[in-house]
């Protein structure tokens, strides 16, 4: 199985020689899918935050035909990845809670493939990811957007506002730079500071939004958010920040102590539990999507809906849009199987009975 990422390799290695994809041929077919927040697309599949490490690698996976394209998070400030390792494949499992354990191999079947990623959310600094930016807004082909993920850092003893503030920063820049959509995330499994879980506090999420607002004017707005265990405070979130976002974008990663076969936490002591990818976690995104689904339409709320979380192959895409989802995102899977999006067009956008997108 190909792997563009390399995971034995330093995030600072796959950033500089990124990525991996020699003797990967794709056809991509031309297909149309309408607007996405007022910008024409190609298609509504896209490469949510993480695996498009810079302008190099957004650019190669846009030939791909993967058309909404987010530029993986930035900061404030630059910040190293953890230490190795920040990527492992995990064994099959059937269990939705309790440990993962990790495998020294993905398997055969792509289908079927969990990983477990523990980066820290790494960033260069604002000078090299702005000037980054630029060129792969540069570089984009017709139909496709881009996205720029952001996130604050905060400092000891800052509060809430200065928090608000520095996500503000990194999103006006990136709009300078030529975000097309600006997505906060406001959800990481693997850092331990305050913008790995804010999500969880919908008036805090609401204060970032609005000051988000203030700062990027008109540019669309997503919130990338983590898993909630109990519906009502998904319903509070979405209630909060509607008609000040102009969408969210769920499930970041779930949350789960990740092990060597042995019992050993895989990423250290540090970091007991990680970001959980892939097939584990699909059907736990799919449930989620639907009910923020039926939440924005019983309630008449203004959000778009993007989905993200463990999908791999064509049914998972099309579960997604029948959950509610008006894109669909791939965190993990384009890493080991970067022709998905040809084979989507192909077979589900080309199969559409009047030519156009199947799934909008
Ligand atoms: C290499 C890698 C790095 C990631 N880094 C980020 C990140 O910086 N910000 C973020 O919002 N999500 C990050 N994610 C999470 C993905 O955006 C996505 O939410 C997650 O992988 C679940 O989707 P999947 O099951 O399709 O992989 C990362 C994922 C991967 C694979």
Request: a neutral charge; hydrophobic letters at 40%; proline letters at 6%.
């Amino acid at each position: 199985m190909i792997q563009t990422y390399d995971i034995g390799r330093s995030w600072g290695h796959n950033y500089r020689a990124g990525p991996r994809l020699e003797g990967v041929e794709v056809r991509v077919p031309a297909t149309t899918a309408g607007r996405c927040f007022g910008y024409p697309v190609n298609s509504r599949l896209g490469i949510a935050a993480g695996l498009l490490l810079n302008s190099r690698w957004l650019l190669a996976y846009a030939r791909l035909g993967y058309d909404l394209l987010t530029y993986k998070t930035v900061r404030s400030v630059a910040r190293p990845a953890h230490p190795l390792p920040n990527w492992v494949f995990l064994a099959e499992t059937e269990s939705e809670t309790g440990p993962v354990y990790a495998a020294a191999n993905p398997g055969e079947d792509r289908s079927r493939v969990s990983s477990s990623v523990c980066f820290g959310m790494p960033s260069v600094s604002p000078v090299d990811w702005r000037a980054d930016v630029a060129v792969a807004r540069e570089g984009l082909l017709p139909g496709q957007v881009l996205i720029v993920s952001v996130v604050a850092s905060p400092q000891p003893g800052w509060d809430l506002r200065q928090i608000a503030e520095d996500y503000a920063r990194c999103a006006a820049w990136a709009v300078a730079a030529g975000a097309q959509i600006v997505e906060a995330n406001l959800s990481c499994p693997n850092v331990c500071s305050a913008e790995g879980s804010l999500y969880r506090d919908a008036e805090a999420s609401r204060i970032i939004a609005e000051t988000l607002r203030e700062r990027i004017g008109d540019c669309p707005l997503l919130l990338k958010i983590g898993h909630f265990s109990r519906r009502n405070a998904l319903d509070e979130f979405l209630r909060r920040v509607d008609r000040i976002a102009d969408g969210v974008t769920l499930v970041n990663g779930l949350t789960r102590p990740v092990l060597t076969q042995d019992g050993n936490p895989m990423f250290g002591e540090a970091c007991r539990t990680a970001g959980v990818l892939g097939r584990t976690i699909h059907p736990a995104a799919v449930d989620q999507v639907r009910q923020a689904g039926r939440t924005i339409r019983d309630e008449n709320l203004s959000l778009n809906l993007w989905a993200v979380g463990g999908a791999s192959a064509l049914p998972d895409i099309r579960d997604f849009f029948s959950a509610g989802a008006q894109a669909v995102m791939l965190g993990s899977s384009p890493m080991y199987h970067p022709a998905l999006a040809a084979e989507y067009k192909r077979k589900l956008i080309r199969n559409a009975p009047d030519g156009q997108a199947a799934e909008s």
